[in-house]
């Protein structure tokens, strides 16, 4: 494979990851079982500042790249993309996606919602263009101070919803489940999404083999 075709279907991967993340924003939205740790945050802070939902969530990603600098952490162009991106696809799901009238049915709704999260987390980091702002906190703490992702996953996840909820956050059971349950489920996923033909890693690995595979050029006769 090509290296330009290999970029070309990271992007990809990176975009639909992206989707994805918004997607599963938008369903535990409409579950109405309580959301996630982030948007409890992102709910507390419209209790305190006059701005919509989707300008919270790009001006507290700039915010939040400034933890990344004792992490040692280094923003890519997936990192941009993803404070953009997210918050288009969640509107556009929530406008496509009704709220259940039913218990089980909006149960239901928030187990799949989780569940995508979990998928399009590991999926645009496997990408190779960066973490998102959120969770390169997660990587960072992985990868500085040798904490294990689910760790450092949760860590985070419970400290997010713990302020969100008392700048008056929407809490609720489903809350408690993500909060607990996201890092288990993205730590095994994240080699996964990191084994495509075009992974960062996968062609790297190509790259390097085929230069020790190329024959050495012949000596002139003397």
């Known amino acids: 494979m090509s290296r330009s075709t290999a970029r070309t279907l990271r992007f ?5 990851g992206l989707f994805l993340y918004g997607a599963s924003t938008a369903l535990q939205v409409r579950a109405v079982v309580g959301v996630s740790s982030w948007t409890v945050l992102t709910e507390g802070l419209e209790h305190v500042v006059p701005w919509s939902f989707g300008v919270i969530t790009v001006v507290s ?7 990344w ?19 288009p696809s969640a509107d556009l799901v929530l406008w496509l996606v009704p709220s259940p009238s039913e218990l089980v049915g909006r149960v239901l709704l928030f187990i799949a919602g989780l569940l995508l999260l979990a998928v399009a987390t590991a999926f645009y980091i496997g990408a190779g263009f960066g973490t998102g702002a959120r969770d390169g906190l ?36 489903g809350t408690v489940i993500a909060a607990f349950a996201i890092g288990p489920m993205v730590q095994p996923l994240m080699p ?20 020790e595979a190329r024959p050495a050029p012949a000596t002139p006769a003397s």
């Open 61 to 67: 990603s700039g915010v939040i790249l400034l933890f």
């Open 138 to 173: 997660m990587v960072g703490l992985h990868e500085r101070l040798g904490w294990p992702v689910w760790v450092a996953r949760t860590v985070i996840e419970v400290s997010v919803v713990i302020v969100g909820w008392f700048l008056g956050g929407d809490v609720g059971a």
């Open 192 to 211: 996964v999404f990191r084994r495509f033909p075009w992974s960062p890693e996968r062609t790297a690995r190509s790259a390097t083999t085929g230069l």
């Open 69 to 87: 600098i004792p992490l040692r952490q280094k923003p890519g162009i997936g990192t941009l993309l993803n404070a953009l991106a997210i918050g």
């Open 12 to 16: 990809v991967q990176l975009f639909v």
